[in-house]
């Protein structure tokens, strides 16, 4: 890419956001806390995935999915079918009726490994699987909802369904998926034990990598022309139509995006928790999950990583300090900032400190330059 | 608490004024601190949280979301049991602390609560747990880290960690003597099994399936319903069609309140016993929700009763009323999970050390002889050995114990011919 488009990409704003970002997660967290808290954030971070999915589908577009878990969890069933099978090898199963299938499908009188377990032998095909499998299913829900302009609240309530009936799905065939307890006790990938630090240490890295591609795309996505009408859509959806765009197709792009975000982050989960369960799946932490975008800010992609990091770490500080009474202080938490600041951290941001910053900014250089027309304080605020 | 007793020879002895009790008792706590309680460097020597005078210890259930109704009952009686056990004394000298963490129903959070609990407050055991879902989300983290889990809660076995105690009963134990009984007592030749749909009521009826057909009955239908199910009208119809001798229901939580309420409203008697109705899953703790009206008549098979006669028991509702309120129940599960810091305790005092690895070794073979249920006994597999019992619902809520097994039962988490 050339510098020129570079610059267009990431203004000088922010390119100091990714970069303080990028040295939070990968200099001060590393270093500043121990691998069990390091092991949290980066459960934390991958719902961020979810939350950055969100900003695209949501703030920039209008589109409000309240089913983002169905991606998060296709994802990291998807990996943890992988570990699971890996960790059921004939020897570790012997105690079994039939050794060589995962326990659960044992317990269930399964006595086969179904056929659609079978590819997830394959790493790569686990991970094209990942990222592919959700995108399809994205995709279908996509063209049924938007080629015939369903859209706003019942797009909404339509994916919330879509959460609850794979809830029921994932538990009611427990035979195949593990039901309620999930698929639990996943050991080694490709022999290397995960539930070691280092490897802890390594899955953080990669999540924070991964993320940063994420955020890289979605910041290709908002500047590019598709942003901006995305944005317009949102403003104003029949002016776009009739100005000759086939609105349905950029909406479908967006939701598929969405949701190949929010798998990987799904498929991260896994790997750094150790097991996936349908409580991952349903209406509660897909609604959860659009909270983390709205304390981060719908508007900024930066601001959804710090929402999912900043709920988070409130959820288990508040549950460890008071185990009987956080609930309460987190739903105290999410009504003052609805309340207070409806734009989440980001608009805080861009309202106090941005402002604060630029005036900084300007007056030094103002002062090495003997030059007092302040430029650049007019670019479009994120 | 005989076992221990002996360990403290000036510890109370029964029917002593108060006041000489209690000075017996700081006695005993003197002379323990002359005689100086095995030293730090012997009882610990893998870093856990214990110093000269205490010793932490965790406790992991959910008080929030939908879980909290059930595992609150389990929090009381093993915060009630670490006080009493403290109050005698401590273990090997030390009083115990506990560190509690909120499970919230959610099975991740009981995955990092366990590693907290395990890695950063270094706790030498921990209570916890009641869904078979966060036992199988926190095992691999105990296994990992070679924590001590105490486990209180009936469940299908096909399990057996060396890093979890289970103290509540596997599948055979529960089920067995109750059909065993049925079939003895009221002749009962049909069944039908009724279940909510996951993997302890999948087990259950598939155990119970099994011995029925061994003993050359018949199993009538089989139906599962999803969790949180709450319309049973046409099960209700299927049983006025196939007219089983026995319900075998092993409905859970809410499910429960609809399921006895829309019985009796079809005009089912469960008084007459025509069908039968035998439970695995409702304990006191149910029958408040559900309401003992709507109850009165139907049959448990558990291996304890709130109502239990004897000694051990009646101390142990008067200590647990007397600290978390009168108007109290006291289930199953409640009491396994009181068995919990005992058990440990006996465990530590005979390895003399608070080490997993030594408290493990130590564990098989450990006996309560002062448990409300009456005795029970460690197994090498990590089960309690324990006895059954029937009990008939009444419209106060509590059950009238029917049948008692005279042995104890053996716990067989991997039944031989019932897979």
């Known amino acids: 890419m050339s510098y020129a488009g570079f610059k267009t990409l990431f203004p000088k704003s922010d390119l100091i956001g990714f970069a303080v970002l990028a040295f939070i997660l990968v200099v001060v967290l590393p270093l500043g806390v121990d691998i069990f808290r390091l092991n949290l954030i980066g459960k934390y971070l991958t719902y961020a995935f979810v939350a950055v999915g969100l900003v695209l589908c949501w703030g920039s577009g209008g589109i409000l999915s309240l089913g983002q878990g169905v991606f998060f969890g296709v994802g990291g069933y998807a990996m943890a079918m992988f570990l699971k099978l890996e960790a059921s090898s004939p020897e570790n199963t012997a105690i079994q009726s039939t050794p060589g299938i995962p326990d659960f499908m044992d317990w269930n009188q399964i006595t086969e490994l179904p056929w659609f377990w079978q590819p997830f032998h394959s790493l790569t095909f686990t991970v094209l699987a990942i990222i592919i499998v959700p995108s399809i299913f994205a995709y279908i829900i996509g063209v049924a909802m938007f080629k015939r302009r369903v859209g706003g609240v019942y797009f909404a309530i339509i994916t919330q369904a879509v959460a609850a009936i794979m809830t029921i799905l994932v538990i009611g065939q427990q035979g195949y998926t593990g039901g309620v307890n999930g698929i639990t006790d996943l050991r080694t990938l490709h022999g290397w034990d995960i539930r070691t630090d280092e490897a802890k240490y390594v899955f953080y890295f990669l999540c924070v990598f991964l993320l940063f591609v994420c955020l890289a795309v979605a910041q290709f996505v908002r500047k590019s022309k598709l942003g901006r009408l995305l944005v317009a859509m949102r403003e104003m959806e029949d002016r776009v139509r009739f100005s000759g765009y086939d609105v349905s197709n950029f909406k479908i792009f967006v939701f598929c995006l969405g949701s190949a975000f929010a798998a990987i982050g799904g498929a991260m989960f896994t790997l750094q ?91 030094i250089r103002a002062n090495r330059k003997g030059d007092v027309v302040a430029k650049g304080a007019t670019h479009e605020q994120q | 608490m005989a076992n221990t007793i002996n360990k403290h020879p000036a510890g109370s002895r029964s029917k002593l004024p108060g006041l000489v009790k209690s000075l017996m008792g700081a006695a005993a706590f003197a002379s323990m601190a002359l005689t100086a309680p095995a030293s730090l460097a012997e009882v610990n020597t893998t870093d ?31 915060k009630l049991a670490i006080e009493q056990i403290n109050a005698m004394g401590g273990v090997l000298g030390r009083k115990i602390e506990y560190v509690q963490e ?78 065993d009984w049925v079939v003895k007592e009221k002749k009962a030749k049909t069944f039908y099994l009724l ?38 009208n046409s099960i209700i119809n299927k049983f006025k069609l196939k007219k089983p001798d026995v319900i075998f229901a092993s409905v859970v939580g809410g499910s429960n309140v609809a399921f006895y309420k829309q019985l009796k409203a079809a005009g089912i008697d469960m008084t007459k016993e025509k069908p039968l109705v035998l439970t695995i899953s409702v304990t006191e703790d149910e029958i408040l929700g559900i309401g003992g009206e709507n109850i009165d008549g139907a ?59 030594k408290v493990r070794a130590a564990s098989p073979g450990i006996e309560l002889t002062t448990a409300p ?11 309690l050995w324990s006895k059954t019992r029937i009990g008939n619902a009444k419209t106060d809520g509590q059950y009238e114990i029917v049948y008692e097994t005279p042995e104890l039962i053996e716990p067989d988490p991997f039944p031989a011919g019932y897979q």
Not at chain 1, 325 to 332: D, N, P, V
Request: a negative charge.
């Open chain 2, 48 to 78: 856990l949280a214990v110093t000269e005078d205490t010793v932490k210890v965790g406790i992991l259930h959910s008080v929030t979301g939908t879980m909290a109704i059930s595992e609150t009952g389990s929090v009381q009686a093993e």
């Open chain 2, 195 to 232: 279940g909510s749909d996951y993997i302890w009521p999948r087990t259950s009826n598939k155990i119970a399936r099994k011995h029925i057909e061994k003993l050359g009955l018949k199993v009538v239908g089989e139906d599962y319903y999803p969790l949180g199910h709450t319309q049973f």
């Open chain 2, 299 to 357: 049959y448990a098979s558990m291996k304890y009763f709130q109502s239990l006669t004897n000694d051990n028991n009646q101390a142990f509702v008067k200590a647990f009323k007397e600290r978390w309120g009168d108007d109290i129940v006291i289930g199953d599960v409640t009491q396994a999970a009181y068995l919990g810091p005992w058990l440990w305790k006996a465990a530590v005092e005979a390895a003399g050390s608070f080490d997993v690895d």
């Open chain 1, 273 to 363: 928790v150790g097991f996936m369960s349908p409580t991952l799946v349903g209406i509660v932490p897909s609604i959860e999950m659009v909270i983390f975008c709205a304390v981060g800010g719908r508007l900024s992609i930066l601001g959804a990583v710090y929402g999912a990091l900043v709920v988070n770490w409130a959820k288990t500080t508040l549950s460890e300090s008071f185990p009987e009474l956080w609930l309460f202080a987190m739903g105290a938490l999410f009504i003052a900032v609805v309340m207070a600041f409806p734009n989440g951290l980001a608009g805080l941001y861009s309202k106090y400190c941005e402002p604060f910053i630029k005036k900084k900014y300007n007056s």
């Open chain 2, 102 to 179: 909120d499970g919230a129903s959610d099975w991740p959070t009981f995955a990092e609560k366990s590693r907290k609990l395990l890695l950063n407050d270094k706790v030498a055991a921990v209570f916890g747990c009641w869904t078979s879902a966060s036992r199988k989300a926190v095992l691999p983290v105990f296994e990992q880290y070679n924590g001590m889990l105490y486990y209180p809660t009936f469940y299908e076995g096909l399990e057996q960690s060396p890093n979890v105690i289970y103290t509540g009963q596997e599948a055979t134990q529960q089920i067995l003597a109750g059909i």
């Open chain 2, 373 to 383: 249920e009456g005795y029970v006994k460690v197994h090498p597999n990590h089960h």
